[in-house]
């Protein structure tokens, strides 16, 4: 099945630093990506879509200066989590859909997601 | 109201025992419906994924969806510990972002 694979799977920083997280598709194209956030024993909360070449559209809430996407090809997006704090603390998941799949299929394919520690 | 309700557990089973996981919603509008299993600090990965009301089986999964009630279900059959994680139901009606169940912790001992 589709692979989408998600670097680094956990990172741990200093306060003020910023990191950034890769998602790329392996074996299929995605025009459109998705960024959730998971805090400890809540579920997905969708933070953003990034669409390949465009810029991405954020949830109410997320702050587009704090959590950079850029979704430069078709198999790679990035989030870059800007003056990281202990709040943004969190696992991180991006998704991507196959555009072999069709259309409003709403199926998606997960990374492993990346555990992000800022100290 | 959020648009997705998951009862989060923990569901503790003995091996053998069929579970039953539920998740019910208020948006009309979806059409689509998945269930994910989640390992600890892990991806979700997706299990099962529906379409229209009815049942549908792969294994020991069966999905169940019943738009009128606005009901989803997931069923497992001879659990097995390895089954032990939390498991997520998403929807959605536009095709992209999900809108997901808190998750239901499922724990099969042995």
């Known amino acids: 099945g589709a692979v989408v694979s998600q670097h680094p799977s956990r990172v741990i920083c200093k306060s003020g630093t910023s990191v950034k997280i890769e998602c790329r598709s392996l074996?299929?194209?995605?025009?459109?990506m998705f960024w959730y956030r998971q805090f400890p024993k809540q579920s997905l909360m969708l933070m953003a879509t990034?669409?390949?070449?465009?810029?991405?559209?954020?949830e109410q809430g997320v702050e587009k200066d704090k959590f950079l996407i850029n979704h430069a090809s078709l198999t790679l997006s990035t989030l870059t989590v800007t003056s990281a704090h202990p709040e943004d603390s969190s696992f991180y998941i991006c998704?991507?859909?196959?555009?072999?799949?069709?259309?409003?299929?709403?199926?998606?394919?997960f990374g492993e997601g990346s555990r992000l520690t800022v100290l | 109201q959020k648009e997705v309700e998951q009862d989060p557990g923990p569901l503790s089973v003995p091996e053998g025992a069929i579970v039953s996981l539920n998740c019910t919603y208020s948006?009309?509008?979806?059409?689509?419906f998945m269930w994910y299993r989640q390992y600890s600090r892990k991806g979700p990965e997706l299990l099962m994924y529906?379409?229209?009301?009815g049942n549908k089986e792969d294994g020991r999964f069966t999905a169940q969806v019943d738009k009128s009630s606005k009901y989803i279900s997931l069923f497992i059959r001879d659990s097995q510990p390895s089954d032990s994680a939390t498991y997520l139901c998403?929807?959605?009606?536009?095709?992209?972002?999900?809108?997901f169940g808190k998750g239901t912790s499922l724990l099969v001992t042995p």
């Open positions: 998704s991507a859909r196959d555009l072999a799949g069709g259309t409003n299929t709403g199926e998606l394919f």
């Open positions: 074996d299929f194209q995605a025009t459109t």
């Open positions: 990034s669409n390949e070449g465009s810029k991405a559209t954020y």
């Open positions: 948006n009309s509008a979806f059409q689509y």
């Open positions: 529906t379409y229209s009301s």
């Open positions: 998403a929807m959605t009606h536009s095709g992209y972002a999900l809108n």
